[in-house]
């Protein structure tokens, strides 16, 4: 495995115009220990067993001054053995330009769908295995293998077991086996990842390979270390497990925390460090999910949703609030911010993998009915078209620095006072407040009789 990590970037290096190529295996943006095990054991069974002149070399999706935060993935290369220093980041391969240059086959790992920022490179996929709920359209051009089992390296030891038991050696069973047992919370039921198939490779991978760690203490060293996040800023916290979802003018993050929410919530200037994370990664919303153990090693969660447009943020919490399928089973808590609303989870088994599906759904509904609004919109400014003049000046009042702002409304009342809001010119318009507005006729739009 070390030499095969190593011989890839080599094979970057010496791609050129006139080369086949590379089939690149690329977990998602989390880049959490399944995705990054998953896209490296993929790929070098890739390597073994593809006929192609396109070399597979793994591509951890996430810039490598990152890495740093992904603790455990860490632990778990140095106690197998293998040096970081050898594995390929999203930032060091142009996947565009290769792909521009029809060089470019692509395999999905732990995501069965691109995000939109990489919609371009749909074309490239050729194959997907993954554990999550499935969002991909079949197609007969790429097989999928969806799986709703606890870790998606899980799949990848089914696949390497039926189709080349050679592949595994030392190295590769335990990057494997220890990515299986983290997912799966040590394989404890009570915890709600473990599945029999999960169960199944994991016994397998011990039959196999004897001298593998004890699986209670490999745990405990892998946990300990995913939850070590001494000396690292909000932002790097918010990094380290992070899925990133967006829809219409929402943008936002899910972030997994390993703290207790109060812990989180009294880290000095975190409301500002909030702002300022939205602000440089251009999300307009955060949903912290927080995860910490009592003293029976049991799970304790809790959830927070941040966004300084309290549209945004009241649609995000009510989504939450409601969902079914799961239910979160949310109880609200005192906030010591405003822009920020705060619940105890009493679902302990809805994890960030089984929240993001709501999220999507929610940001489906979202666009559906933003769309639907736009059209309503339109039909009655055609209608406005026939009115008088006046009725259109008093339109313009109404809606003034939103609709058009090329006109200056009829001076206020109170605008000979000092201090009066239109010193300044007329308010900027910005998303939040055509968002504002388009929530509000919405909501009209619920209460009329045809809305009933």
């Known amino acids: 495995m070390e030499a095969y990590l190593r011989s890839c970037r080599d094979v970057l290096k010496g791609c050129s115009k006139n080369s086949p190529g590379l089939h690149v295996v690329m977990g998602n943006e989390a880049c959490d220990m399944d995705s990054m095990v998953s ?71 732990d995501h069965n769908v691109l995000p939109s920022a990489d919609s371009e490179l749909e074309e490239a996929v050729v194959e997907v295995i993954d554990h999550h709920l499935l969002q991909r359209t079949p197609s007969p051009s790429c097989p999928v293998t969806v799986e709703t089992v606890g870790s998606c390296a899980t799949l990848v030891t089914e696949r390497i077991a039926q189709k080349a038991p050679g592949v595994f050696d030392q190295q590769v069973a335990q990057l494997l086996y220890g990515t299986i047992i983290l997912d799966c919370v040590n394989m404890a039921p009570e915890a709600g990842k473990v599945t029999p198939k999960d169960s199944q490779y994991a016994m397998f991978l011990e039959k196999h390979f004897p001298k593998l760690p004890p699986r209670s203490a490999l745990f405990q060293s892998l946990q300990n270390a995913k939850f070590d996040v001494s000396g690292l800023s909000t932002e790097q916290m918010l990094l380290k497990d992070m899925k990133v979802a967006s829809g219409g003018d929402l943008r936002l993050a899910v972030s997994a925390i390993y703290m207790t929410l109060e812990a989180f919530l009294q880290r000095r200037g975190l409301q500002q460090d909030l702002c300022e994370f939205c602000h440089n990664h251009n999300y307009n ?113 109404e809606d003034a620095g939103i609709e058009d702002d090329s006109q200056v409304p009829p001076t206020p009342m109170n605008s000979l006072v000092e201090g009066c809001p239109l010193d300044n010119g007329l308010p900027k318009i910005n998303p939040e407040v055509l968002v504002e507005k388009v929530s509000k006729m919405a909501s009209m739009e619920d209460q009329s009789p045809e809305g009933q």
């Open 39 to 109: 896209a490296l054991t993929f790929a070098y069974f890739l390597s073994k067993t593809l006929d192609s002149k396109r070399v597979p070399v793994p591509v951890l999706n996430i810039p490598r001054a990152e890495f740093p935060l992904h603790s455990d993935s860490i632990f778990l290369l140095r106690e197998t053995g293998l040096s970081q220093d050898h594995l390929l980041f999203r930032d060091e391969v142009d996947l565009r330009g290769l792909h521009k240059a029809k060089q470019l086959t692509l395999t999905l790992v």
């Open 285 to 397: 919303l955060v949903v912290a999910m927080t995860i910490s153990f009592n003293d029976n090693k049991e799970p304790f969660r809790q959830l927070a949703v941040y966004s300084s447009s309290t549209v945004y943020r009241d649609e995000m919490s009510k989504a939450l609030e409601k969902a079914k399928n799961p239910s979160l089973d949310l109880r609200p808590m005192s906030s010591p911010y405003s822009d920020v609303k705060v619940y105890v989870q009493g679902n302990t088994l809805a994890s960030c993998k089984k929240v993001l599906p709501i999220i999507s759904e929610f940001l489906k509904e979202r666009e559906r009915k933003l769309a639907q609004i736009g059209n309503i919109e339109d039909l009655e400014l055609d209608d406005d078209s026939n009115q008088d003049q006046s009725d259109s000046q008093q339109q313009c009042v």
